[in-house]
C-alpha cells in the first residue's frame, strides 16, 4: 500500500514538472513585436471611439507589418515556440479582429442600429473561428494557400476603404448599406473554404532575373505615390480572387465535363456507321 502510494506520488510530480515547463522562461525578441502589434491594435480601437477614424486606420496596416515581422524574427532566431504562436494568434484576434470591428461600427455600422453592431460581432465572431481553424489545421493542407480569407487581409480591407473614403475629401462618418454588406461579405469569406494564395512559397533571398527587381522597384514606387488608393486596390482584388478562383474552378469543370460526353457520343456513332457499312 506504501509503495502504491510513493509511485503514485511521484508520478503526480512528474507530471507536475511537465506541465511546469514554461516557468524556464519565453523567448524576448519575437514577442515583443507580438506585443507591439496588439499595443497598434488597442490603439486602434480606442482612436475609433474617440472619433479619430484616419489614426485608427492606419494603426491597423502598422500592426499587420509588426504581426509579419514577428514570426520571420522567430524562425530567423531559431525561437519559436508554442507560446509564441499561441500569444500570436491571440494578437491578430485583438488587433485583426475587434478593431476592424470597431472601426467600422463607430465610423459606419452605428447608423443601421441592431444591424450594425451585429454585422461588427459577426466579423469579429468570424475571425476568431478563421484563427482556430488555421491553428488545428497547420501541416494538414498545403501551406501555398489560406483556406478561407485571413483575417489580417479582411482586416486590411476595413482599414484601407477608410483611409481611402478621408483621402478623397470625406469627413465625418459614412452611413452607407455598402460598409454593412461589405463586414458581412467578409466574415463570411473568413469561415469559408474558399482557396486563396498564401504568397509562401515566394521566396525574397533568393537569385531572380533583373525585370523582375526593376518590376519590384516600380510597384514600390506606384504604392508610395498613392498608398491609400493602392492598398485598398490591393485588398480588395486579394479579397476577392477566392471567389474568382473558384468560379474559374467551376466554369473548367463544367465545360471540361460537357465535351467529354460530347466526344464520347461521336465515337459511338463512328463505331455504328462502320459496323453498318462492314457487310
Not at 509511485?7 to 507591439?36: C, H, S, V, W
Not at 465545360?255 to 456507321?273: L, V
Request: include cysteine; charge should be positive.
Amino acid at each position: 500500500m506504501n509503495k502504491n502510494f510513493k509511485r503514485e506520488r511521484f508520478l503526480r510530480r512528474d507530471k507536475f514538472f511537465q506541465k511546469d515547463q514554461m516557468k524556464k522562461g519565453i523567448y524576448i525578441l519575437p514577442n515583443l513585436f507580438t506585443t507591439a502589434s496588439l499595443f497598434a491594435g488597442i490603439y486602434a480601437i480606442i482612436a475609433s471611439i474617440q472619433g479619430q477614424y484616419i489614426y485608427a486606420a492606419i494603426a491597423i496596416p502598422i500592426s499587420l507589418i509588426l504581426d509579419g515581422l514577428d514570426g520571420r524574427i522567430a524562425r530567423m532566431t531559431h525561437t519559436t515556440s508554442r507560446f509564441g504562436v499561441e500569444y500570436d494568434s491571440l494578437s491578430d484576434l485583438v488587433a485583426f479582429g475587434v478593431a476592424p470591428s470597431v472601426l467600422a461600427y463607430t465610423w459606419s455600422l452605428n447608423s443601421f442600429g441592431k444591424w450594425g453592431w451585429l454585422a461588427a460581432a459577426l466579423f469579429t465572431t468570424c475571425g476568431a473561428l478563421r484563427l482556430a481553424r488555421f491553428n488545428v489545421q497547420i501541416g494538414v493542407i498545403d501551406s501555398r494557400f489560406f483556406n478561407g480569407l485571413a483575417i489580417p487581409a479582411a482586416a486590411i480591407v476595413v482599414s484601407s476603404t477608410v483611409m481611402l473614403y478621408f483621402y478623397l475629401g470625406g469627413e465625418g462618418t459614412f452611413p452607407h448599406v455598402s460598409i454593412l454588406v461589405g463586414m458581412i461579405a467578409l466574415a463570411l469569406l473568413m469561415v469559408s473554404s474558399l482557396k486563396f494564395y498564401s504568397f509562401k512559397d515566394l521566396h525574397f533571398l533568393t537569385r531572380e532575373p533583373f525585370m523582375t527587381v526593376v518590376l519590384a522597384v516600380i510597384l514600390m514606387i506606384i504604392v508610395l505615390a498613392e498608398p491609400q488608393i493602392m492598398i485598398f486596390t490591393f485588398a480588395v482584388s486579394y479579397a476577392v480572387s477566392g471567389p474568382i478562383w473558384w468560379i474559374l474552378r467551376m466554369l473548367r469543370r463544367l465545360f471540361g465535363s460537357a465535351k467529354g460526353p460530347q466526344a464520347t457520343g461521336t465515337g459511338e456513332i463512328k463505331t455504328e456507321t462502320k459496323s453498318e457499312s462492314a457487310p
